[in-house]
């Protein structure tokens, strides 16, 4: 069963407002692509705090203030099969260092540390089986 802002597991009750956004948003998520509610509540409120984490205070006013996921959101596209063989980049860019699937069309997040970066793309590269690429701060590939 899809969820709302006014109509969620009991577990996200205690989370912080833009973090049990994010929760619902990656649940719903989670639901329309065959997960098990309780499957999908957990994965969400884990990587809904980890977003949170590793977000810049830009991006979570921004989502803060996007729209509100509805049980009718439709997450048909939710995962891009293309990329998830795809490489993982560290790279620097508008003062942070980021962390992006080759060929995606956002950073997965962005950091003031380099070291932070290259933990986040190894642990995203695990899940997925594929490689980190890194970059200097001056664009030359380092690996």
Do not use: C
Not at 97 to 119: F, G, I, N, P
């Amino acid at each position: 069963m899809p969820w709302d802002l006014s109509d969620y597991p009991d577990s996200f009750k205690n989370l912080d407002q833009v973090v049990r956004k994010k929760a619902i948003d990656i649940a719903n998520a989670l639901l329309d692509n065959g997960y098990s509610e309780g499957r999908a509540i957990p994965i969400a409120t884990e990587q809904a705090k980890e977003w949170a984490d590793n977000a810049s205070e830009e991006e979570i006013k921004s989502y803060k203030y996007s729209s509100s996921p509805s049980k009718g959101d439709s997450h048909e596209d939710t995962t891009n099969e293309e990329l998830l063989d795809n490489d993982i980049l560290v790279y620097y860019e508008e003062e942070y260092w980021k962390v992006r699937t080759k060929d995606a069309k956002q950073a997965d997040s962005s950091h003031d540390k380099k070291d932070d970066a290259l933990k986040r793309a190894e642990e995203i590269a695990e899940n997925k089986g594929s490689s980190v690429r890194t970059y200097t701060k001056d664009g030359k590939r380092q690996n």
